[in-house]
């Protein structure tokens, strides 16, 4: 906010809130006219309010807004403070953890909430055909571009965030867990990388037919599922 004129963020990811998003724009006085010496003031407003409405949305969703609401007032709580601090943790945790099995880390760990691995360089396999296995698996990542990536569909990295599963009370060594799953999958989409065709409807063909492939993914889904079972779910009765 210091630096910026324009701050953009969604509301539904670390903030824990409804599916929205908010825009930020600086106000006040920008500079002093040199001829009237009268303030010239940002004009940010009301260009983004009419950018807004009418030009880009219709009816608004209160029910959203006031659910935003909530979300930000939570923010507020002692709670949600350590719930970040547990958030900043895990992924150090995580990013740790996945330096020690060989994984090479864009800017060589983290400071927030989010890890990007780069596979291409460290493992022989690309976000895409990882991100295919996981889903498998019941493992949600996102295949993410790499610095010197020449494709965004098919790209070097993984994407990896810990706010979800912090909300379900993991901690660091739940983490370590997570990785170890993972590593699997990664296994997986390696060995059957090296049996398949160069395009990625070919690994996908692969996966689907071959028998041994589906028997690991099966193994690991039902093993990722027995763990993250253990943890509570926000919205159920147990949380």
Known sequence: FEYADVVTTTTHKTLRGARSGMIFFRK???SIDKKTGQPIKYDFEDRINNAIFPA???GPHNHAIGAVAVALKQAKTDEY???QTQVLLNSKAMANALIEKGYKLVSGGTD???VLVNLASSKNVDGARTEHICNNVHITVNKNACPGDKSAMIPSGLRLG????TSRQFKEVDFT???EFLDLAVHIAQDAKNKSGTKLKDFKDFVKGDDSVQQRMCDLKKTVEEFASQFPMP???DH
């Open 28 to 30: 006040g006085v920008k």
């Open 56 to 58: 880009l949305q219709g």
């Open 81 to 83: 403070r350590v719930y």
């Open 112 to 114: 927030n909430h989010l």
């Open 162 to 165: 810990t706010a979800a599963l």
């Open 177 to 179: 867990r997570v990785v």
């Open 235 to 237: 919205g159920f009765d």
